[in-house]
């Protein structure tokens, strides 16, 4: 995505992580307003079943196991609110970047970036799901502050893993990541990884296999100390869940030999591989063009099994944003920003891979309604695997001006054949600035959507959306 269409998302990923997560108790919000949800009869696939909107910048979004209950939060507030029609149950302030519920819906966490102590540091707090009251709030501080990036759970759920960027006494970023005991919030181990290069290193994502035995931690890490913004490879890191033991380190650097920055990690269910994507410089192209790269490494070893590229149509700037693995094991989806061309500017693009192999089984991209600037953020997959969620942004104007409308879009997609099953578009007024961030998928039957939308005095508020799935 272009630096023009890259606004709206920068803003709402940096009003994510400015700030410090709070511990006061509930308060009310500023502007809120549901939809009433679906009264009888079975829904229509993608129908909007209700928007609620709360003051702040939302960063994630959790459906509850049962069902019942979805989880958003952000720059102001962790909220729950009803699943079926968006009635707000509770509201916590505080801000985090980060959101999990816990396996049986009992617990929620969420993580952030906290100035508490003067020095920046980063708090995990543990909430009751169905009261919102506080369980325990964990600290962590470094020599020189630290920002944290992502957040997981055992599948057990005994379990809370942090990941982000520590800064040492001499000022250098390495990755750092926390595991802490659920029930408590007592620490268990912190480790940090420092790259070769001995400068940037920063951790983007976290997740555990299916076993729970094992953490994979991904993100970007200088491999020399001279001209760092060229010299970055993606760095994954296993640790052993129990202990904090580091397992092994891999590194990708493109074909480019340039700056290489990962995004996001998942684990295949079987547990035997995992999957990493981001960004990568390519060969031969402008100076700073990225292509998508999606990694597969054995899980056991970190041998890479498969890397495949992609470089969209316009030969330009694209940049992969999530990962997930199909539940059956057989597939793997990444999506993200890609350049179409002069015609269409920045689009989104979906792809399915083969996890087994990296053979692509499909791709679909999506231009907006002025083919002005396009971008995915997120996406989830219905319990099943039959169908993928994409949500993102699209830009309402393509004049150079710095307020340009713009509107969440979600997409539905078939798993197996990438067949659009429906879209649907959000936005709050005409002037709209609005950015999907983030999609969960409830078992009850219903997709979640959340992100930023300004209100009528031109702030951001948090809204969520619920569709029928």
């Not at 509201?91 to 980060?98: E, L, S």
């Not at 969420?110 to 920046?120: H, P, Q």
């Not at 990962?323 to 061309?341: E, K, Y």
């Not at 993928?388 to 969440?408: C, F, H, I, K």
């Amino acid at each position: 995505m272009g630096n023009r269409g890259r606004r709206v998302l920068a803003a709402v990923a940096a009003g994510a992580m400015a700030g410090g997560l709070g511990l006061a108790g509930a308060s009310a919000p500023r502007a809120a307003g549901a939809l009433g949800g679906l009264a009888g009869g079975a829904a229509v696939r993608g129908m909007q079943l209700w928007v609620s909107r709360y003051s702040g910048v939302a960063a994630a979004v959790a459906a509850g196991p049962d069902g019942k209950t979805v989880f958003v939060t952000g720059t102001s507030a962790t909220i729950a609110y009803q699943a079926g029609t968006g009635a707000r149950l509770w509201a916590r302030r505080g801000t985090a970047v980060a959101l999990a519920v816990s396996p049986r819906g009992g617990r929620v966490f969420v993580t952030g970036n906290s100035s508490g102590a003067g020095r920046g540091g980063v708090a995990t707090v543990a909430y009751r799901a169905a009261t919102g009251a506080l369980l325990w709030a964990a600290h962590y501080h470094g020599p020189r502050g630290e920002a944290v990036s992502s957040m997981a759970l055992s599948p057990d759920g005994a379990t809370v893993f942090i990941t982000g960027v520590s800064r040492d006494a001499a000022a250098h970023a390495d990755y750092v990541t926390v595991a802490y005991r659920a029930a408590t919030g007592a620490p268990l181990w912190t480790r940090f990884y420092n790259g070769p290069g001995t400068g940037f290193d920063a951790a983007a994502s976290v997740a555990v296999s299916p076993s729970g035995t094992t953490v994979f931690i991904t993100g970007t890490s200088s491999r020399s100390g001279k001209g760092a913004s060229r010299n970055l490879d993606y760095a994954t890191v296993a640790y052993r869940a129990a202990t904090g033991a580091r397992l092994w380190v891999s590194r990708y650097n493109g074909p480019g030999n340039s700056s290489d920055e990962a995004t996001s990690v998942t684990a295949s269910p079987s547990g035997r591989t995992v999957f990493v994507t981001g960004s990568s410089v390519h060969s031969g192209g402008p100076s700073g063009n990225h292509d998508w790269a999606t990694v597969a490494y054995r899980a056991a070893t970190g041998a890479r099994l498969w890397t495949r590229r992609y470089n969209g149509p316009g030969k330009g700037e694209d940049s992969a944003s999530a990962v997930a693995a199909g539940p059956g094991g057989r597939t793997v989806f990444v999506t993200g920003t890609s350049f179409g061309g002069a015609a269409s500017d920045d689009d989104w693009a979906t792809i399915a891979y083969s996890a087994a192999t990296g053979a692509q089984r499909w791709a679909r991209r999506h231009n907006g309604p002025v083919s002005s600037e396009d971008g995915a953020s997120a996406l989830a997959l219905s319990p099943d695997g039959t169908t993928v969620y994409v949500t993102g942004t699209s830009l309402l104007d393509d004049r150079e001006n710095r307020d340009r409308p713009s509107e969440y879009v979600t997409i539905a997609y078939r798993a197996a054949t990438g067949t659009r099953l429906w879209a649907r578009h959000y936005r709050n007024n005409s002037t709209d600035q609005a950015g999907a961030v983030a999609v969960a998928v409830s078992p009850a039957g219903a997709v979640f959507v959340t992100g930023s939308s300004t209100n009528a005095h031109g702030d951001f508020d948090y809204a969520t959306i619920a569709y029928s799935r």
